[in-house]
C-alpha cells in the first residue's frame, strides 16, 4: 500500500509542474497505472491526472473557433468505468453547425509488467440526435477496467464563438490534478471575461502574438490568456441546488465589441436603452406582439364585454393556456409564430406567452414583456445587458397596485403561479415604452402540505380510522399534474394503494381539481395492518407512508446556497385512541429547534391522556434560498426531523 501511495504522489507531482502547450500523446507511466487511490479524495471514481484545452480563431474562411481538448483519466472505482463512454456535444442552427474534426480515445493496462495501449475505432463513433439545437457524438472506449488509464484528445470546429468563446470548466463531477486552459483572441475580438467559483488559480497569464490572425489577407495580433489550476476538488451537488454554471469553478467569455479591418466598429455589449431597442423591434419578440387581434379573433366579442381587468386578464390567459399546446421547447424567441401557433395548435414558450402578452395589449391591459433566466439555465448577469443569458418570457400583467407574473404554457398552473422552473432571482421587465427594469420574482405560492390523521389503535396493533391529506400551492400543482398523468380517478387510486403499504383503503375521496380550488385533498377511510409486534406489546411508527430516508444534506459544509425556490411547510397531526389495557412506554422527547434570524423551525410534541394520544409535528422554512452560513443550522433542522421519524413507539399491556 505505501509503494503505491507514492507511487500516485509521483503523478501529482510531475502533472502539477506545469505544461507548455499540453503534453505529448500516450505518455502514460507504469507507476500511474499501479496507482490505486487518490490522496485527496479516498471517495474518488475516477481522477483527471492531466488536461489542456487550447482555443482559437481560424484564418480559415470555412472554419470558425478550433478547440482542442486533450485529458488523461485514471479510474479508481467500478462507478467510474463511465468515463470510457465519450459524449460529444454538437450545436446546431439553421445553417450552421459545430462539427467533429478529429478524435483519438486510448485505454491503457499493465499486461505482463507491460503498457499495453488499446485504441477505440474512431470509424465507430455515431450520432445520436439529442433534440433540434443539439448532437452528441459518441463512442466508447474499449477494455477498460479499474486501473485503466483513458486519453481522449479531440478537435472541434465552432461557427457560433462570435458572441462566446469556448468556456472551460476547471471543475467537474471527479477530481482533477492538474487543468489548464489556453485562449488565444484576436485583437478585432473583445471579450468580458468572468470568473465563477471558489477555486484558485494556479496560472493566470497572457502575453501578445503577433500576427497571429490573418482571414482574406489580412492581419491581426492576438492576445492569449493562460490559466491553470492544481489539486481541483469534484464538484459534489447536492440537494436544492440551482444551476451548477451558477457555481462551478469556470471561466466565461462574453464577446463585448467587434472591430473589422475597414475600421468600423460593432459594439456588442451595449447598455440597457440599445437592449430595449432591440427587444421591441426584434421580429421574434417585439414582432410577434402586433398579432393582437389574431389571438382575440374568437374571442374579441366575449373579452370586449368583460368591465373588470382582472377578470379579463384571466379570460384571455384561460383562451391561450388552451389554445396552444407547449411543445417542450423554452427559450425567449417566438419559433413558429404567434398566428401560426395558433393554427398548429402548438408551440414553444415563446409562441405561447408572446401570444398572451399581445392579446392582452389587444385588449388595452397593462401588460410588459419579462426575460427570466430558469433555475437550470444559472443567474442572468446584472451589470450590463447579455440577453444571451435569458432563456424564458412571461408576460407582467399590472392590474392597479397589484403585479402578477404569469405564464400560459401549462393547463394546471393557476393565472399568477409561475411554473417552479422559473423561481431563480429576478426578471428583466421590458415595458411598451419606458426603459426596463430589473424585477424580483417572488413567489406567490409555497410548498405545503397538512396531514390529519384520526386513528384508533387495535388490541393486536392494527389501526382502523380516517386520513386526510391537504396540498396548497406548489404541492397542489404537483398533484394535479400527476392526476393528469392517469386515464381515471381509479388508475390514480390504484396507483396510491401501491405506495401505502401494509394499508386498505376502504373509501377515498378527491377535492379540488380545479386550478382555482385553494387546495388538493385526499381523503381516505382505511385499515391499517400491526406494523411491529413485541412480545407483550408493538411497536408503532406514525409516519409509515411518507417517511425521510436520510438527510438530503450530507456536506459538512457547504460553499454555495441552498435553494428551495419557495417557502415549505409541512405539519402532520396525529388523534391516536388506543386501548385503557396499553401504555405508551416510549416515545420520542419534545424537540423544537429554530434557525437565527427568523429562518425557520421544527417542532414535535405529543401529549397522552392515557386513552389518546396528540401528535404535533411541524416543519417550516420560512425562506426560500439559505446561505452557507445557515447550512449548519438547516442540516440540523434535518437531523432532528430525520430522527423523530425513525423513532418507534412502544406499546405494552398495562399490569
Given amino acids: ?124 463513433i455515431f450520432t445520436e440526435k439529442t433534440n433540434k439545437y443539439w448532437d452528441e457524438k459518441k463512442i466508447t472506449i474499449p477494455n477498460v477496467r479499474v486501473g485503466s488509464i483513458i486519453e481522449v484528445y479531440y478537435t472541434l470546429d465552432d461557427p457560433f464563438f462570435f458572441y462566446n468563446f469556448h468556456t472551460w470548466e476547471f471543475q467537474s463531477d471527479i477530481p482533477k490534478v492538474y487543468s489548464e486552459y489556453w485562449a488565444t483572441i484576436p485583437g478585432n475580438y473583445i471579450y468580458n471575461i468572468t470568473w465563477r467559483g471558489f477555486q484558485k488559480f494556479s496560472k493566470n497569464e497572457s502575453e501578445l502574438i503577433r500576427e497571429c490572425y490573418s482571414p482574406s489577407g489580412q492581419k491581426a495580433d492576438c492576445g492569449r490568456y493562460k490559466m491553470a489550476m492544481e489539486n481541483i476538488p469534484a464538484f459534489k451537488e447536492e440537494g436544492y441546488m440551482t444551476a451548477k454554471a451558477n457555481f462551478i469553478s469556470a471561466v466565461y467569455f462574453e464577446l463585448s465589441e467587434v472591430r473589422y479591418f475597414d475600421g468600423r466598429v460593432d459594439k456588442i455589449t451595449k447598455d440597457w436603452k440599445d437592449a430595449d431597442s432591440e427587444i421591441r423591434s426584434e421580429p421574434k419578440i417585439g414582432g410577434q406582439l402586433k398579432r393582437g387581434k389574431d389571438v382575440l379573433d374568437k374571442i374579441e366579442s366575449e373579452v370586449k364585454a368583460i368591465s373588470d381587468p382582472l377578470e379579463k386578464a384571466k379570460r384571455i390567459y384561460n383562451y391561450v393556456n388552451t389554445s396552444i399546446l407547449w411543445n417542450e421547447y423554452m427559450g425567449m424567441f417566438s419559433e413558429e409564430g404567434v398566428k401560426k401557433a395558433l393554427e398548429k395548435k402548438t408551440g414553444n414558450i415563446g409562441d405561447i406567452n408572446l401570444a398572451l402578452i399581445a392579446a392582452m395589449r389587444a385588449a388595452d391591459l397593462n401588460v410588459e414583456i419579462a426575460l427570466i433566466s430558469t433555475r437550470q439555465n444559472g443567474v442572468p448577469t446584472e451589470l450590463h445587458p447579455v440577453i444571451t443569458d435569458f432563456n424564458y418570457v412571461v408576460a407582467k400583467v399590472n392590474i392597479g397596485d397589484k403585479s402578477y407574473l404569469v405564464d400560459a404554457s401549462d393547463p394546471y398552473l393557476p393565472f399568477g403561479m409561475l411554473p417552479f422552473r422559473c423561481l431563480n432571482g429576478k426578471a428583466r421587465v421590458f415595458p411598451e415604452k419606458a426603459p426596463s427594469y430589473w424585477y424580483d420574482i417572488v413567489p406567490t405560492e409555497k410548498f405545503k402540505e397538512v396531514a390529519i390523521m384520526n386513528l384508533t389503535l387495535q388490541p393486536e396493533g392494527s389501526m382502523k380510522g380516517t386520513l386526510e391529506y391537504s396540498y396548497f400551492g406548489y404541492d397542489a400543482y404537483d398533484k394535479r399534474t400527476d392526476l393528469a398523468s392517469f386515464n381515471s380517478k381509479e388508475d390514480y387510486l390504484a396507483d396510491l394503494k401501491k405506495k401505502m403499504r401494509l394499508v386498505t383503503v376502504n373509501s377515498f375521496d378527491l377535492i379540488g381539481e380545479n386550478i382555482y380550488d385553494p387546495k388538493v385533498v385526499h381523503k381516505f377511510d382505511v385499515e391499517i395492518e400491526s406494523l411491529g409486534q413485541l412480545g407483550d406489546g408493538f411497536t408503532l411508527n406514525p409516519f409509515f407512508l411518507d417517511k425521510m430516508e436520510s438527510n438530503p444534506f450530507k456536506l459538512s459544509e457547504r460553499l454555495y446556497p441552498v435553494n428551495f425556490g419557495t417557502t415549505q411547510e409541512y405539519t402532520i397531526i396525529l388523534n391516536l385512541t388506543y386501548p385503557e389495557n396499553f401504555m405508551i412506554v416510549e416515545k420520542p422527547e419534545r424537540t423544537t429547534l429554530s434557525i437565527p434570524g427568523g429562518g425557520g423551525k421544527f417542532l414535535f410534541e405529543v401529549t397522552d391522556s392515557g386513552t389518546k394520544a396528540t401528535m404535533t409535528y411541524s416543519l417550516v422554512l420560512s425562506r426560500p434560498v439559505y446561505n452557507s452560513v445557515e447550512y449548519k443550522y438547516l442540516k440540523e433542522l434535518f437531523n432532528r426531523a430525520l430522527q423523530v421519524q425513525n423513532y418507534d413507539w412502544l406499546f405494552k399491556k398495562k399490569g
Avoid: C
Fill in 1 to 124: 500500500m505505501k509503494f503505491f501511495f507514492l507511487a500516485f504522489l509521483s503523478v501529482i507531482t510531475f502533472a502539477a509542474s506545469g505544461q507548455e502547450h499540453g503534453f505529448p500523446y500516450g505518455q502514460v507511466s507504469i507507476e500511474q497505472l499501479a496507482a490505486t487511490g487518490y490522496a485527496r479524495d479516498s471517495s474518488a471514481n475516477a481522477v483527471v491526472l492531466r488536461e489542456f484545452g487550447d482555443a482559437w480563431v481560424s484564418s480559415d474562411a470555412d472554419k470558425g473557433l478550433i478547440f482542442e481538448h486533450h485529458y488523461l483519466i485514471k479510474i479508481l472505482k467500478t462507478e467510474g468505468l463511465g468515463k470510457a463512454n465519450i459524449s460529444i456535444p454538437l450545436r446546431k442552427g439553421d445553417t450552421k453547425q459545430q462539427r467533429l474534426l478529429s478524435i483519438k480515445a486510448s485505454a491503457y493496462n499493465i499486461q505482463n509488467n507491460k503498457i499495453e495501449e488499446t485504441q477505440a475505432n474512431t470509424k465507430n
